[in-house]
């Protein structure tokens, strides 16, 4: 029974201590981002964005979704496109281009700063996210109009419902929204430890090892990567601080680790919210996926040839974090 409750006190208070950590660096951005957004930030970038979407084939006016989607979350994103699209005959590419983009740079005052608490460099990972959602949002619509795939009009399944946006209400679903964050935490970290006792873990590591070699991705961290590939950034970045604190991982673990789920991330619960607004497989998780493994591992190829001195210098810092 003791040896129960000594699991048990484990896992809680390793959910603790991850969570406090990720909670330090979520709040106060989810606080500067409400308060750009109340002095119209958002829209200015919006409109900024407006002539580069031309470059994948939208409308200026979906500058403003991919805007909101950067600096907020796709559900904000999501209720911009739903006022806006009606204006526009959007087919079915342009909405699966869209989404795409948005899947790569989402919520990026937060998921970058969470990168960089690891150790990361912020200029890289934003140059990483905002040049891959272009260059992949290129790539879909260049693909899309010279084999003529997708080109029907598109039909979005999803219309929002109507949201009080006054500060008491907001800030009583954010605080919903990270309880709901401890608890996926606490059940992550719990399966991850049944797992490490059933010895699973290892194996499954083990059956993973070639192709995370390529990746430049050790052992240690394919379970935690492959967490925040499939739930999001704030839940596998959350657990591999927890690793960077406890000293398991190295720098270029945590830097390709990063690289990848930048790119390709969250593919359950995201995918599914661009499938309700249009967003074909095609390209919100097949390219998006197997764009991030090219990329990554052109990556890994590139920073192989570079000195210890410029990695640290440029792309990864020891991240000094609190224990």
Same mark, same amino acid.
């Given at each position: 029974?003791?040896?129960?409750?000594?699991?048990?006190?484990?896992?809680?208070?390793?959910?603790?201590?991850?969570?406090?950590?990720?909670?330090?660096?979520?709040?106060?951005?989810?606080?500067?981002?409400?308060?750009l957004?109340?002095w119209?930030?958002?829209?200015?970038?919006?409109?900024?964005?407006?002539?580069?979407?031309?470059?994948?084939?939208?409308?200026?006016?979906?500058?403003?979704?991919?805007?909101?989607?950067?600096?907020?979350?796709?559900?904000?994103?999501?209720?911009?496109?739903?006022?806006?699209?009606?204006?526009?005959?959007?087919?079915?590419?342009?909405?699966?281009?869209?989404?795409?983009?948005?899947?790569?740079?989402?919520?990026? +005052?937060? =998921?970058?700063?969470?990168?960089?608490?690891?150790?990361?460099?912020?200029?890289?990972?934003?140059?990483?996210? *905002?040049?891959?959602?272009?260059?992949?949002?290129?790539?879909? !619509?260049?693909?899309?109009?010279?084999?003529?795939?997708?080109?029907?009009?598109n039909?979005?399944?999803?219309?929002?419902?109507?949201? =009080?946006?006054?500060?008491?209400?907001?800030a009583?679903?954010?605080?919903i929204?990270l309880?709901?964050?401890?608890?996926?935490?606490?059940?992550?970290?719990?399966?991850?430890?049944?797992?490490?006792? *059933?010895?699973v873990?290892?194996?499954?590591?083990?059956?993973?090892?070639?192709?995370?070699?390529?990746?430049?991705?050790?052992?240690?961290?394919?379970?935690?990567?492959?967490?925040?590939?499939?739930?999001?950034?704030?839940?596998?970045?959350?657990?591999?601080?927890?690793?960077?604190?406890?000293?398991?991982?190295?720098?270029r673990?945590?830097? !390709?680790? !990063?690289?990848?789920?930048?790119?390709?991330?969250?593919?359950?619960?995201?995918?599914?919210?661009?499938?309700?607004?249009g967003?074909?497989?095609?390209?919100?998780?097949?390219?998006?996926?197997? !764009?991030?493994?090219?990329?990554?591992?052109?990556?890994?190829?590139?920073?192989?040839?570079?000195?210890?001195?410029?990695?640290?210098?440029?792309?990864?810092?020891?991240a000094?974090? +609190?224990?």
């Amino acid at each position: 029974m003791k040896q129960i409750f000594d699991h048990i006190y484990f896992v809680v208070n390793q959910a603790v201590r991850t969570s406090l950590v990720l909670f330090k660096i979520t709040i106060p951005i989810i606080i500067l981002t409400r308060i750009l957004n109340e002095w119209g930030m958002i829209d200015y970038l919006g409109y900024t964005l407006a002539p580069i979407m031309g470059l994948v084939g939208l409308p200026g006016s979906m500058g403003l979704v991919w805007a909101t989607a950067m600096m907020t979350n796709l559900y904000a994103g999501m209720i911009v496109f739903a006022s806006l699209a009606p204006a526009e005959t959007l087919s079915i590419a342009q909405v699966t281009v869209l989404c795409t983009m948005m899947l790569v740079a989402h919520a990026l +005052p937060v =998921e970058l700063r969470i990168a960089q608490k690891a150790g990361t460099r912020f200029s890289v990972m934003i140059l990483l996210r *905002l040049s891959g959602a272009l260059v992949l949002g290129m790539i879909l !619509f260049h693909a899309y109009r010279a084999t003529g795939y997708l080109q029907a009009p598109n039909t979005a399944i999803w219309q929002p419902a109507a949201q =009080e946006n006054g500060w008491l209400d907001w800030a009583i679903r954010e605080t919903i929204n990270l309880g709901y964050v401890f608890l996926i935490i606490l059940t992550l970290i719990s399966i991850m430890h049944i797992l490490e006792l *059933l010895k699973v873990t290892a194996l499954l590591t083990t059956l993973l090892k070639p192709f995370l070699n390529l990746l430049g991705i050790s052992r240690e961290a394919a379970p935690l990567t492959i967490i925040g590939m499939t739930m999001g950034i704030g839940y596998g970045g959350g657990l591999l601080i927890r690793e960077v604190q406890q000293g398991h991982l190295g720098s270029r673990d945590l830097f !390709f680790s !990063f690289c990848l789920m930048g790119l390709c991330h969250s593919v359950i619960e995201d995918t599914l919210l661009m499938m309700v607004l249009g967003g074909h497989l095609s390209g919100i998780l097949l390219s998006r996926f197997v !764009f991030a493994v090219i990329v990554t591992i052109i990556l890994v190829r590139l920073i192989a040839r570079v000195s210890p001195a410029f990695f640290h210098r440029f792309l990864f810092y020891p991240a000094k974090l +609190p224990q």
